[in-house]
């Protein structure tokens, strides 16, 4: 976890209790200018957190601070300084992008027009257009652009490639890093990881409402190895195995850094590490 005084946003101790599902106790921070990519499958949690965090839910337990400060005590000045984005969101269909946007400049005194212009001409966005006449990745562009021109600090990005063709994600994703390279942060929630292997400085990995990792992305990848594996695993492989995956040759193993020296392997992915920690838990 990192220190305290780099951090833009400090969770600590969340927790949220549902029939047969249980969040927390969740304690992470956000520093500063950085993009913390959130996994995990679905169920895990990581939508709860996310409600947690911008009061969209009340927690059971815990508190949320940015800057050092508890939200709670001043929460709507805070929510001015968090953009969230999600790709379920939505606008006036037949409203042109002009008149959004003058309707939510009116709730913000601190607008900023100048931001504002800039960054539609960025994106390549015209206010004459409607959310109809957009794709769905114009329209987390300009989801981001609304909340850049209020002046939002921290970006909360709940899966906005999803459902994206590959170009269009990838655009996105260097969007995020345009907004990391002026100061920003961000907190990246997604299934689609290779995205994250592009762009995030960290990871936090949830698990069964339970936050299994935190740590820089590259330091989580180098804790882990692919072993490719014959059918039946090996016994030796089998004892040091993290989660085993069916391929059509066999198995793909995956296992400590530290167990790894006596096996061939291989670099894993973000998404490998995911899928064989999820499989551990189901053995």
């Known amino acids: 976890m990192i220190s305290d005084r780099n951090a833009l946003l400090s969770v600590r101790n969340l927790g949220k209790n549902y029939p047969g599902f249980r969040l927390g106790e969740l304690s992470f921070d956000l520093a500063e200018g950085t993009i913390t990519g959130f996994i995990g499958r679905n169920g895990a949690g990581k939508t709860t957190t996310i409600n947690s965090i911008l009061s969209f839910i009340r927690p059971d337990s815990g508190e949320v601070l940015y800057r050092g400060i508890p939200f709670r005590q001043k929460e709507h000045e805070i929510r001015e300084k968090i953009g969230f984005v999600s790709a379920g969101m939505t606008y006036y269909t037949r409203k042109k992008l002009k008149t959004i946007t003058e309707v939510t400049r009116s709730f913000y005194p601190g607008w900023k027009q100048d931001i504002y212009k800039k960054t539609m001409d960025m994106f390549c966005l015209s206010e004459d257009k409607t959310p109809a006449e957009l ?89 882990f190895r692919i072993i490719e594996a014959s059918d039946p695993i090996p016994p030796e492989l089998a004892a040091v195995s993290r989660g085993s995956c069916r391929t059509k040759d066999g198995y793909t193993v995956l296992v400590s850094h530290a167990d790894a020296a006596p096996f061939s392997g291989r670099d894993a992915a973000l998404e490998e590490i995911m899928v064989h920690l999820e499989k551990e838990e189901e053995a």
């Not at 994600?169 to 002026?182: H, M, S």
């Not at 995030?200 to 590259?218: M, S, V």
């Open 135 to 223: 794709s769905n990745g114009m329209k987390i562009k300009y989801a981001l652009t609304l909340a850049l021109s209020r002046g939002a600090e921290l970006f909360i990005l709940d899966e906005p490639t999803s459902g994206l063709d590959p170009v269009s994600r990838e655009e996105l994703v260097e969007a995020f890093l345009r907004l990391k390279d002026e100061g920003k942060t961000i907190l990246f929630s997604t299934h689609i990881t290779s995205d994250l292997e592009k762009c995030a400085d960290r990871i936090l990995f949830i698990r069964a409402g339970k936050l299994k990792a935190d740590e820089d992305l590259d330091g989580f990848r180098r804790s």
